[in-house]
């Protein structure tokens, strides 16, 4: 990217969050605890205070947010029925108790019945936790070391799952089907197979040959770590008969896509049951409790304690307060909160296609529920992509980065990263949608379409 490839006519200030973001290097590594919010692409931008759809900056600059906390903010930043629930639990029993308590079964309840294939749950602090306990699981209760990962697809950062995070195509022609380890100080997952997503002949193959030594495939039922990529029909439907035909377990980490593409997440939206599922994020209302959950005759294996899943934050009342407040708000008005929440994301896709159009500027916009992206494409009208590798193919990330730094100029914020899906809350009527729209339309003016390489 070449800096004069921006044309700005409004140039924002952000003094004040440089000067922050300088001190905190000095004693933070790299300035922030996630290196996905200090990417070194990054414009500086330290948040002041938040509410709604909106978050404003040190220096006093309002943006709307599309990052939405990575996804969890599905009701937007600081929903009073999230805020009144957490200060109620601080008042009555505190931070933490370290005993049994009663929003464990209340929680778990609702969360059942909104997603039928879990009959027993367990909760964690992170996602990472959870599908590390699923993983587990699934070895223990088969019997069978491997498992199967797809290109593209992020399950945390342990050990049992990280594969080289948004890998280049070289990298992925040269691995193979070997898993690369996604960072220095691990070796690659042990005894996993990596396999192209949406590609229904490929899981069969591999099962034909391997499915009786395979535990368990772990992945996004959609694709919200490469972009957001639906499945293809029939897809999930092929994957579960063949992995059901082989005894291999089925886990759908539905960490972004659980209660945000419907509220039974993308089984409930596709009409396929996973053996075990991992939830977080829009199950939360932005506290840290994660799920792992499932048939009951795997999950006995917690009971039992051949499995070992711990955590002195695990379950943790305070948690369990915001996510209850979440939960029940979704009994109450599920039917309206997901009109609400398709309505505007639609809104949203099909203006962006519009504002794009209009330009001329190639664009894929790829959308499933309240979760959607945008791509520049290389070389002209690309309507879908179906796996990371096509997406990698055609993604222009540089022209991306640079719209991205346009639009946080301009007051809307999404992450610079082609890969981060733009999450929409409820918080993001209409009214605010097409604000965005006007903001990015500005952005879109201002920039040199013919730069940006
Ligand atoms: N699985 C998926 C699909 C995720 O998107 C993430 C986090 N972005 C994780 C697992 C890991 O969650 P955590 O960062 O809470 O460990």
């Given amino acids: 990217m070449t800096p004069h490839s921006l044309r700005m006519d409004v140039e924002a200030t952000d003094a004040g969050s440089q000067s922050i973001l300088s001190r905190a290097r000095e004693s933070v590594a790299g300035g922030e605890s996630s290196t996905m919010r200090v990417l070194p692409y990054h414009l500086p931008l330290v948040i002041d205070r938040a509410e709604g759809p909106y978050i404003w900056d040190v220096d006093g600059n309002r943006l709307i947010d599309l990052n939405m906390a990575y996804g969890p903010l599905i009701f937007g930043h600081r929903h009073p029925i999230i805020l009144d629930a957490v200060r109620q639990e601080l008042d009555d029993r505190g931070t933490i108790l370290g005993f049994p308590h009663r929003l464990s079964h209340q929680v778990a309840e609702l969360i059942k019945k909104s997603v039928p294939s879990i009959d027993k749950v367990r909760f964690s602090s992170s996602g990472t936790e959870v599908v590390q306990t699923a993983i587990r699981l699934a070895r223990a209760f088969t019997g069978r070391p491997k498992i199967v990962l797809f290109e593209g697809h992020y399950s945390g950062s342990s050990d049992a799952v990280f594969h080289k995070y948004h890998a280049s195509l070289d990298e992925l022609e040269h691995a193979g089907s070997l898993p690369l380890p996604g960072t220095a100080g691990m070796l690659a997952p042990q005894r996993a197979h990596l396999l192209p997503w949406n590609d229904a002949d490929a899981v069969r193959a591999y099962l034909a040959e391997h499915g009786h030594e395979t535990a368990a495939l772990i992945m996004e039922p959609v694709m919200g770590n490469a972009g957001v990529i639906p499945p293809e029909d029939g897809y999930l439907a092929a994957v579960r008969e063949a992995t059901r035909r082989s005894g291999t377990l089925l886990i759908f980490d539905e960490i972004i896509t659980g209660f945000r593409v419907a509220r039974g997440g993308a089984q409930e939206r596709f009409g396929v049951a996973s053996d075990l599922t991992t939830l977080s994020k829009a199950m939360n209302g932005g506290m840290p409790v994660s799920v792992v959950g ?45 009109r609400a929440l398709e309505e505007s994301a639609n809104r949203l896709a099909s203006g962006l296609r519009e504002l794009f159009r209009r330009r001329g500027v190639p664009v894929l916009v790829q959308h499933v529920g309240a979760m959607l992206s945008l791509a520049f494409t290389r070389r002209g009208g690309v309507d879908r992509v179906r796996n990371y590798r096509e997406l990698l193919g055609v993604a222009w990330s540089e022209r991306y980065i640079a719209f991205q730094h346009a639009s946080q100029r301009r007051g809307v914020y999404f992450h610079p990263n082609q890969f981060e899906p733009w999450y929409v809350s409820i918080a993001h009527t209409p009214d605010v949608i097409d604000e965005i729209l006007e903001r990015l339309d500005g952005a879109a003016e201002a920039f040199d379409w013919s730069g940006a390489s």
């Fill in 294 to 338: 499932g048939r009951a005759d795997i999950m006995e294996l917690l009971v039992e304690g051949t499995v070992f899943h711990g955590g002195v934050y695990s379950g943790n009342p305070l948690g369990l307060a915001g996510a209850l407040a979440l939960q029940t708000e979704y009994e109450r008005n599920g039917t309206a909160i997901y």
